[in-house]
């Protein structure tokens, strides 16, 4: 019964990460990463490998408006809390990205 309730308490936190950019941008196809919300595209034109969950992040508020300012207020501190734990996630992965940032440079942000 203990094991279950272990198991049960890891889940939100494993649901939280999987919507990381981290995940997102760890091992892209092509070098290249779809950052959207909403149908909303990114003005970003690339982020670079490290810390590439936060930048993934930061692109998603820097975007089309909103015709509803309401929707990104509200928003904000869920925003904020993925963010850092994908700063913790991306410290992690420091010694991956950091390699792949320098054999192939940033990735590459399609629209």
Not at 35 to 57: E, F, L, T
Not at 93 to 104: E, G, M, N, S
């Amino acid at each position: 019964m203990r094991q279950t309730i272990n198991y049960l308490s890891l889940l939100p936190l494993v649901l939280v990460l999987t919507g990381c950019g981290t995940f997102q941008t760890l091992a892209p196809e092509k070098g290249k990463v779809k950052i959207s919300y909403n149908d909303k595209k990114s003005y970003c034109q690339s982020i670079p490998r490290i810390y590439s969950g936060v930048a993934h992040n930061f692109c998603l508020m820097y975007g089309e408006p909103s015709k509803t300012s309401y929707t990104a207020a509200a928003d904000l501190p869920v925003w904020a809390i993925d963010t850092m734990l994908c700063a913790v996630t991306d410290t992690l992965a420091l010694p991956y990205t950091v390699t792949r940032q320098i054999k192939d440079g940033p990735l590459k942000v399609v629209r």
